[in-house]
C-alpha cells in the first residue's frame, strides 16, 4: 500500500490520550522496556505499550489486592481458567462473529509457553515447520532448540505491500513438513491478511496435511480500513487442523501479568495435544492475571477504542515524518500492530541498523537480524508511545543520519 | 508421638495474631477455600490458611499496581526470575545452611507444574515411580495421567507415629524403577523426617539408581522440636539425583499468585531436564507473583514466625479438644503443616467420614480417599484458621458425634 493511500489524513492525537504517560513516570517502572538500556536511551523495542492500562483492569486488580485475596482462585462457581476461556469465547463472537467452545481453549502463560506446547505436541525432531520471516523472534528459538526442521516463507515486498506466497517453498515440501506458523496480524511486517490470502494458506496446509499454529495475538490492533480474521474461522475443515494463539496482554497492556489461551479447532485436535501435553504441565493460571484477562475482554473496549485512535495518529504521524525527513529508510505501512518494520538499507550503514541508532540516536529499537538474520539493515520501530516521545525518537534518528551524511 | 508428650503446654493464641480474617471478610474472598460449598459450610479442605498475608507481600504488590507496572518484568538488571532464584537461594542458606546455586533453578507456576515437569523429563511411561501413601492427590494424578507405574511406599503408623520404610517394597523395585516422590514435611500425615530417616531413603535411592523429587512446600512449616533438613543438603551424591520443589506459596499464603521454583542439585541433572522440558515450555513467572514471592522470602520472616505460633497454639488445642470430646477419633500430633490427618474409624460410619461431617456437620475437610482410595475413614483437617472458628469446627464435629452415638 503506498504511503499517500494508506495513511489517513494526518491528524492531531485524539482527545482522549489521559492513558499517555510521561518519560519520567515511564522510567520509575521496574519494566524491561524502560531499564534494559541506559537512562539517555529511549525504548522503542519490546512489544508493550507506554499507556496506563484501562481502568476496569485497574479496577479488577485492585479489589483483588484490597482483599488481599490471593488464594486459590475460584470464579464464577468454576476454576479461574474457565473464565479466561469463557471471557475469549464471548469476545470472539462479539468481534468477529466466531464460534468458540469453551471447552477447547486451554491457558497458558505467555505466547512464548503457547508457542512450546504445540510445538511439542504436534511435531518431531527433525519435521519440518514453516514460518514466514522475517517473524518474531521465539518462534525461531522453539523450532531451533526442539530440533525441528525451519522452512523460511520469505514475507515478499511487492513493492506495495509484504505478501507471503506458499508458491515459492512448494519443494522445500515433504511428507515430514508438519505444521504451519502463521502469524496474522504479521510481527514485524504488519501486515493483516486478507481472506483470500488466508484461504490461500489454508488451501496449501490442507493439501500437505499441515497443522496451523496461528498466533493472532495483535488481532485487536488493527488499523482502519483492515479487519481481522480469525483463521480458525474460515472454515470447520481448517479449524480441525487450527491452533490459535492469543492474548490480551498485548493489546491491553499487561504482558507481565501472563495469560494467554490456546484455542483447537476441534475436540481431537485438543484431545491429541492432551496425550502428548498435559494440561497441568503448562501450569495454572494466576489470580491477578486471570481477573485482568477478563476485565480487558469484556469491560475495555473503549479504552481499546482510544487507544487505537492514538495509535493510527501516531502512525501516520511518525510515518510521514520517517517519509520526508528520512527519505532513504523504507517502510510499508503496518495495517495492524504498534510495529514499523523499517528497511534503512538506503543509509548504507556500516554497522547494524540498530547498533547505528542505539550508538548515535540512543534510541534502542529491536535489531532486524533477531527477526531474520540477513536483516541487519532493518528495525523495528514500536511507535505506541506518546507523541512526544515518539517525536523525539524520530528527531534523534534524523540528527543521527544528518551526521551520516556529513561523513 | 503420644500427644501428651507431643503437644506442647496447652497456650492461648498469641498475642499477635493480627493476621486472623473473621468469617464474614473470609466469606467475602473469591477463593476456591471460601466458595467451593454452600455458605452454611466451615471449610477445611484445600491447604490454604485465613490469615491475611504479611505486610511485605502486601506492600510489594501494592507498590506494583500503584505504578500499574505490569509490563514484562525485569528485576536487579535481570530476569525476572532470577530475582526468585535468588531469593530462594538466600533464604536456603539462612534458614538450613544449605548451599543454592540459582543457575540450577527453573520458575514454575505451581507444585503440580513442578510434578509434572520433572516426571516427563526423568521417566517414559511404564517407568515405576515411588509414592509415600496417603499423599498429596496430585502426585498420583501425575502418574496415573502420564501413564507412568505407581510403586505405593505406605506410611505405617507405628503406634506413635507414621515411619516409611522402604524394605516394605524392595521386592517391587526393578530395573524401570527411576523415581522416588519424597514429600517432607509430609502432607497428610505432618511426620517431618529426621536426618536418620532421610539418609536411609537416601541410600535406598542411590542402590536403586533413582532420581529424588522432593516436594518441600511445607519445609517452613515446622512445630517447635523438629527441624526441617533439605533432601539435596544430605550429601553431593544424592543433591546429584535430587529436584527440589519449594514455593513461597505454602507458609506465606499466595497460592493464587502462582510462584515456585524447581532446584536441580547438579549442572548435569539439570541439563538432563532441560533436554526434555524446555524451560519457556513452562511459562515465564508473573510479575505480580515474582515480587511476592521475593518479599516474602526475603522480608516477612517476623510473620511466619508469628503465625506459626498461632498454629502451633491452635494444633495443640484442636487436638487436645478431639482427644478429650471425640475419643473415637485417632490422630498423631503433626510435626509440621497445617494440617491433622484424622482416622475416624472408630466412629464406624456407614458413609466415608469426608460425607459424614459434611452432612451432618456442615465442616468440608478433604476426604481421606483423595490420599488413598482405602482412607474414606480419614478425613484431613486444615486447622490454619482462627480460634473461632477453629472452635466452632470442633463443636460442629461433636455435635454431630453425638447425633451418632443416640442412633
Same mark, same amino acid.
Given at each position: 500500500m503506498a504511503l499517500a493511500a494508506a495513511l489517513t489524513a494526518a491528524m492531531e492525537p485524539p482527545a482522549d490520550n489521559s492513558f499517555d504517560l510521561s518519560e519520567a513516570s515511564l522510567r520509575r517502572l521496574h519494566n524491561a522496556k524502560w531499564n534494559q538500556y541506559g537512562p539517555d536511551v529511549l525504548p522503542a523495542f519490546v512489544a508493550e505499550m507506554d499507556f496506563a492500562v484501562a481502568e476496569p483492569i485497574q479496577r479488577a486488580v485492585q479489589s483483588l489486592v484490597e482483599r488481599s485475596d490471593y488464594g486459590y482462585p475460584r470464579r464464577d462457581g468454576g476454576k479461574a481458567g474457565l473464565a479466561v476461556a469463557k471471557a475469549f469465547a464471548h469476545r470472539m463472537k462479539d468481534r468477529f462473529d466466531w464460534d468458540v467452545d469453551p471447552a477447547l481453549i486451554v491457558p497458558v502463560a505467555d505466547l512464548v509457553q503457547g508457542t512450546y506446547a504445540p510445538v511439542l505436541a504436534f511435531t518431531e525432531p527433525g519435521d519440518g515447520i514453516i514460518l514466514q520471516v522475517p517473524n518474531y523472534p521465539p518462534f525461531r528459538e522453539v523450532i531451533r532448540t526442539t530440533e525441528r526442521n525451519l522452512i523460511s516463507l520469505p514475507m515478499m515486498d511487492s513493492g506495495s505491500g509484504y505478501l507471503c506466497n506458499t508458491e515459492q517453498i512448494v519443494d522445500q515440501i515433504d511428507g515430514r513438513t508438519r505444521m504451519f506458523v502463521l502469524c496474522n496480524p504479521h510481527n514485524p511486517t504488519g501486515r493483516v491478511f486478507s481472506r483470500n490470502e488466508l484461504l490461500d494458506i489454508g488451501r496449501f496446509c490442507i493439501e500437505h496435511e499441515l497443522i496451523v499454529l496461528s498466533d493472532e495475538i495483535h488481532s485487536d490492533l488493527v488499523y482502519p480500513g483492515r479487519r481481522h480474521i480469525p483463521f480458525a474461522s474460515l472454515s470447520p475443515e481448517l479449524a480441525a487442523r487450527t491452533v490459535t494463539l492469543n492474548s490480551p496482554t498485548k493489546s491491553f497492556n499487561i504482558p507481565g501479568l501472563r495469560c494467554a489461551v490456546l484455542h483447537f479447532g476441534s475436540p481431537e485436535l485438543r484431545e491429541r495435544f492432551g496425550k502428548r501435553i498435559p494440561q497441568r504441565?503448562?501450569?495454572?493460571?494466576?489470580?491477578?492475571?486471570?481477573?485482568?484477562?477478563? #476485565?480487558?475482554?469484556?469491560? @475495555?473496549?473503549?479504552? =481499546?477504542?482510544?487507544?487505537?485512535?492514538?495509535?493510527?495518529?501516531? !502512525?501516520?504521524? *511518525?510515518?510521514?515524518?520517517?517519509?520526508?525527513?528520512?527519505?532513504?529508510?523504507?517502510?510499508?505501512?503496518?495495517?495492524?500492530?504498534?510495529? #514499523?518494520?523499517?528497511?534503512? @538499507?538506503?543509509?548504507? =550503514?556500516?554497522?547494524?541498523?540498530?547498533?547505528?541508532?542505539?550508538? !548515535?540516536?540512543? *534510541?534502542?529499537?529491536?535489531?532486524?537480524?533477531?527477526?531474520?538474520?540477513?536483516?541487519?539493515?532493518?528495525?523495528?520501530?514500536?511507535?505506541?508511545?506518546?507523541?512526544?516521545?515518539?517525536?523525539?525518537?524520530?528527531?534523534?534518528?534524523?540528527?543521527?543520519?544528518?551526521?551520516? !551524511?556529513?561523513?
Open positions: 504441565l503448562l501450569g495454572d493460571p494466576n489470580a491477578i492475571g486471570v481477573d485482568a484477562a477478563v #476485565a480487558a475482554w469484556t469491560e @475495555s473496549q473503549p479504552w =481499546l477504542d482510544a487507544v487505537m485512535g492514538h495509535l493510527t495518529a501516531t !502512525r501516520d504521524h *511518525v510515518l510521514r515524518r520517517i517519509e520526508t525527513e528520512l527519505p532513504e529508510i523504507q517502510f510499508r505501512v503496518p495495517e495492524g500492530t504498534y510495529l #514499523a518494520w523499517l528497511d534503512c @538499507s538506503g543509509l548504507m =550503514l556500516n554497522t547494524s541498523a540498530f547498533d547505528f541508532f542505539h550508538e !548515535r540516536a540512543r *534510541v534502542a529499537f529491536s535489531p532486524g537480524e533477531n527477526f531474520e538474520p540477513n536483516c541487519s539493515a532493518f528495525v523495528r520501530f514500536n511507535f505506541a508511545t506518546s507523541r512526544v516521545i515518539a517525536d523525539e525518537i524520530v528527531d534523534r534518528m534524523v540528527a543521527a543520519v544528518k551526521t551520516l !551524511r556529513v561523513c
